[in-house]
């Protein structure tokens, strides 16, 4: 289940100018997706990708899906009045729309999130797959499908709105998201050399993940594009995605520039109340500022004592060197 008491962002937030949109839905970061040694996150997994309940939903399938292709406007238009869809990376976007009275309606779908307690409560059937709703009382509701169960992955529809009962649109366009999925609507033939293809969980061999978390380290994919590794007070995290990048790519002020034999990366050092440190490179550019990166991530409890930028770096020009070029 979404975490209700984490921190919430805008739906959508992820390449979107937010200063141009209404007010909208806001979702939760899952708990586990900073740190999955201090929640209670997806189950571990020798297999990072399990059997889809319906081969239209295999993830290298869902990994070729544009979630933006995935709305339908006859559909939308039976709710209000359908605005232009807005990209959030590889597997998110949104639809600022209006309802039949100009009224706010935001509609997020996300393809290929991690639904961990989502598919142990799931007590609901919706096109023919598995069905979970949580709500927001007054602003949100989530309605989940379940695609496949280990790991446990689906697709949720977000409302945001305010007027009325959230989840009615919700399952509408949740259940118009499926049968464009299982039709192959917005599949496309990915560029040469692009990030959303990769599984992150299979790209370190053994002995890099071993050096970066230990020879016992468990698994945990996250979603389409995100891979922790997890051992005994350490841990290193892969995440692939689609983003806004900022100019002379100063992602904070506080970065470092790192060289990874040939490849240009920035390291950032977080010595917080959980230290980790992070190396983040540009893969691929895209047109209006956007770009495919690559982060890595590696972590642990303060009483862990290990160079977490050493391991970051190291476990980094593995990445490099088996990320296909363009």
Not at 71 to 93: I, M, Q, T, W, Y
Not at 115 to 121: A, G, M, Y
Request: glycine fraction near 8%; include cysteine.
């Amino acid at each position: 289940m979404l975490a209700l008491c984490a921190v919430l962002v805008p739906a959508g937030c992820a390449g979107a100018d937010l200063k141009k949109q209404p007010p909208q839905a806001r979702s939760t970061i899952p708990a586990n997706a900073e740190n999955v040694t201090r929640s209670s996150g997806p189950t571990p997994t020798d297999v990072p990708s399990g059997e889809a309940v319906d081969p239209a939903f295999a993830v290298e399938k869902l990994r070729l899906i544009d979630p933006c292709k995935l709305f339908d406007h006859d559909v939308l238009a039976k709710l209000g009045k359908p605005a232009n869809e807005d990209g959030g990376g590889f597997s998110r976007c949104s639809n600022f729309m209006k309802d039949k009275n100009g009224k706010d309606l935001a509609i997020t779908v996300e393809v290929g999130q991690t639904l961990t307690s989502e598919v142990r409560n799931a007590d609901k059937q919706l096109a023919g797959l598995k069905s979970y709703e949580q709500t927001l009382e007054g602003s949100a509701c989530f309605v989940s499908v379940i695609t496949q169960e280990k790991p446990p992955l689906g697709i949720t529809v977000q409302i945001g709105y305010k007027e009325g009962d959230a989840c009615a649109p919700g399952r509408t366009v949740a259940e118009s998201v499926v049968k464009a999925v299982k039709a192959r609507t917005g599949a496309f033939t990915p560029a040469k050399g692009s990030l959303v293809t990769l599984d992150p969980c299979t790209l370190p061999d053994s002995a890099a993940v071993s050096a970066a978390a230990g020879a016992s380290a468990r698994v945990y994919p996250y979603g389409l594009h995100n891979c922790s590794w997890v051992g005994d007070g350490e841990e290193m995290t892969v995440d692939l995605r689609q983003t806004f990048v900022p100019k002379n790519d100063k992602f904070d002020d506080k970065q470092t520039d790192v060289d990874l034999g040939g490849t240009k990366a920035y390291q950032l050092d977080n010595p917080g109340a959980y230290p980790s440190c992070s190396v983040r490179w540009v893969q691929r550019r895209l047109a209006d500022d956007d770009a495919e990166i690559v982060e890595v991530k590696s972590a642990g409890p303060k009483k862990s004592e290990f160079d977490r930028c050493a391991r970051a770096v190291a476990f980094s020009k593995v990445l490099v060197a088996k990320i296909p070029k363009g």
